[in-house]
T-cell receptor, first 108, second 115 residues
């Protein structure tokens, strides 16, 4: 049973614009939510996390928002850069399962 | 070592043969995970080791798959009687503990091709 879901398989944005990647979850007991970024032929790399006691965490161009009532989190990248083109996965640290991923393409 | 090391990086095997994939986690990391990514698919959880506890094998797709972690460090994922649908990138990750906000560190994976 998939407890973390990413319903958009792909997203394409123009360089300099905002990218918004979404993730939904079902288990309200998760402690942390994490985003990973994966380039082809490489393992995923940890990007940013948010504790369930917060609603926002910001790190440079990356901000993760958590809406606990909606069981929804989103990753905002602004401004988007071509080097951000990758597959982004969300996960919850109490559960080893990842979302299916969203392929982000940032066009120059 | 400095990161999670996986070997081999690529493996081509004939259908029906057994394969072993190796993972060297970051020194001191007590948790170790195996995932696989089939072409065009997301990350599929396979198995999880935490310290000396019994592993969580709930993600293993069939009894042809097994994994060991010797001495709380190196892990080997074994696939017996490989099938073409086993072709995927097998990823290993490690972390200090499950309940942590810093995430896992992944290796670069082993690309398995069953012909």
């Amino acid at each position: 049973d998939q407890q973390v879901k990413q319903n958009s398989p792909s997203l394409s944005v123009q360089e300099g614009r905002i990218s918004i990647l979404n993730c939904d979850y079902t288990n309200s007991m998760f402690d942390y939510f994490l985003w990973y970024k994966k380039y082809p032929a490489e393992g995923p790399t940890f990007l940013i996390s948010i504790s369930s006691i917060k609603d926002k965490n910001e790190d440079g161009r990356f901000t993760v928002f958590l809406n606990k009532s909606a069981k929804h989190l989103s990753l905002h990248i602004v401004p988007s850069q071509p080097g951000d083109s990758a597959v982004y996965f969300c996960a919850a640290n109490n559960d080893m399962r990842f979302g299916a991923g969203t392929r982000l393409t940032v066009k120059p | 070592g400095a990161g999670v090391s996986q070997s081999p990086s690529n493996k081509v095997t004939e259908k029906g043969k057994d394969v072993e994939l190796r993972c060297d986690p970051i020194s001191g990391h007590t948790a170790l995970y195996w995932y696989r990514q089939s072409l065009g698919q997301g990350l599929e959880f396979l198995i999880y080791f935490q310290g000396n506890s019994a592993p969580d094998k709930s993600g293993l797709p069939s009894d042809r798959f097994s994994a060991e972690r010797t001495g709380g460090s190196v892990s080997t994922l074994t696939i017996q009687r490989t099938q073409q649908e086993d072709s995927a990138v097998y990823l290993c990750a490690s972390s200090l503990a499950l309940r942590q906000g810093a995430g896992y560190t992944f290796g670069s994976g082993t690309r398995l091709t069953v012909v």
